[in-house]
């Protein structure tokens, strides 16, 4: 897509697991995954909702292996509860009002989307607040960033990925990935053809007119 994309209230942003333990340096870093860190926080600005998705394994969770074959249920222990490697990326920007969805909490399930977290559905959240379209970033392409931006589509949103905010573990499935969810309707866009209008959502207040936690 070559057009100007314009942002405004009915949108929001979400940014999958940019982690340390996907950064280089971590446990199962994506190439070059630290580079999608400025790209997301110069369009942060664009937007007035964001959700934050990140994994938060327990140690024992069940797609850990110690001979891990780096494929579903097999890999290397990452993202667990309370380490480092669970941290953002060095240098993420979130803002003070975004929603922090955790997924992969449960010993015994692999979550790769926000809208597969059985305590929060994200869907009728977003669609509460007006949401219409989603804006999709972070990390990697050819798991989370795929599996969220296809979850967002069954779920009726017009969704866009951008394109310099994301990263694959690999060129040829990152490419594959890219295909399978523009062929699903995800729109590819980069990030220098999003324009903000400005337009904010209007926040919630309670009967004194201060403003109200947003969700």
Avoid at 13 to 32: E, H, K, M, N
Avoid at 40 to 47: E, G, H, K, M, T
Avoid at 148 to 157: E, K, R, S, W, Y
């Amino acid at each position: 897509m070559s057009d100007t994309v314009y942002t405004g209230a009915r949108d929001a942003l979400i940014v999958v697991d940019v982690q340390r333990d996907f950064c280089p340096g971590g446990s199962l870093p994506v190439p070059s995954g630290d580079e999608v860190v400025p790209v997301i926080n110069r369009i942060v600005p664009y937007f007035g909702r964001w959700i934050y998705t990140r994994d938060w394994h327990p140690a024992d969770h069940v797609s850990f292996s110690g001979c891990p074959e780096f494929r579903d249920g097999s890999w290397p222990p990452h993202c667990v509860q309370g380490t480092p490697g669970a941290d953002w990326c060095p240098s993420l920007d979130m803002p003070m009002n975004a929603i922090l969805v955790s997924k992969g909490d449960d010993p015994k399930h692999e979550a790769y989307s926000g809208f597969q977290v059985g305590g929060l559905d994200l869907a009728e959240f977003l669609r509460r607040h007006m949401v219409e379209r989603v804006f999709i970033t972070g990390l990697a392409t050819e798991y989370c960033v795929r599996q969220t931006a296809l979850d967002a589509l069954a779920a009726g949103f017009t969704v866009f990925l951008v394109k310099d905010a994301v990263r694959g573990i690999s060129a040829e499935g990152a490419e594959h990935a890219l295909g399978e969810m523009e062929e699903a309707g995800v729109v590819r866009i980069r990030s220098d053809q999003m324009v903000d209008t400005g337009e904010r959502p209007a926040p919630s207040h309670h009967e004194h007119e201060d403003p109200i936690d947003p969700d």
